[in-house]
């Protein structure tokens, strides 16, 4: 997996404290597979940041639409970011399901 995606990281003082993976381009489509924030940086921009060079970066990719899996708990966050929910899949927790969402990037 890891070589075959792009993996970009943020650091703070020569320690990764955020990172995002996006998934080879697929049919103009281009999912982000993790997007993770280290608990102490939460809520200083740094994801924010890092989703909006994601954006860039699958844009030069040529991709028309980015997807994700959302923990429940970042769907506003996304949702403030322009992506909506498209579907919904079983999490590994038996009865639980996690938001599948998607952003067009087509400006």
């Known amino acids: 997996m890891i070589s075959e995606s792009y993996i970009f990281k943020f650091l703070v003082d ?3 404290v955020s990172f995002y993976f996006l998934n080879p381009l697929i049919e103009k489509s281009i999912e982000l597979e993790m997007l993770f924030v280290l608990p102490a940086f939460i809520g200083k921009g ?3 940041q ?3 060079h994601a ?3 699958a844009r030069t990719l040529k991709a028309s639409t980015m997807t994700l899996l959302a ?3 970042a769907v506003l ?3 403030s970011q322009g ?3 498209i579907d919904n899949k079983e999490s590994s927790i038996i009865g639980c399901f996690l938001p599948v969402m998607q952003k067009d990037l087509e400006e």
Do not use: E, R, V
């Open 55 to 57: 954006f860039q970066k």
């Open 50 to 52: 890092l989703l909006i």
């Open 14 to 16: 020569d320690t990764i």
């Open 77 to 79: 966050s996304y949702n």
């Open 46 to 48: 740094i994801g924010k």
């Open 71 to 73: 923990d429940p708990n």
């Open 83 to 85: 992506f909506y929910p």
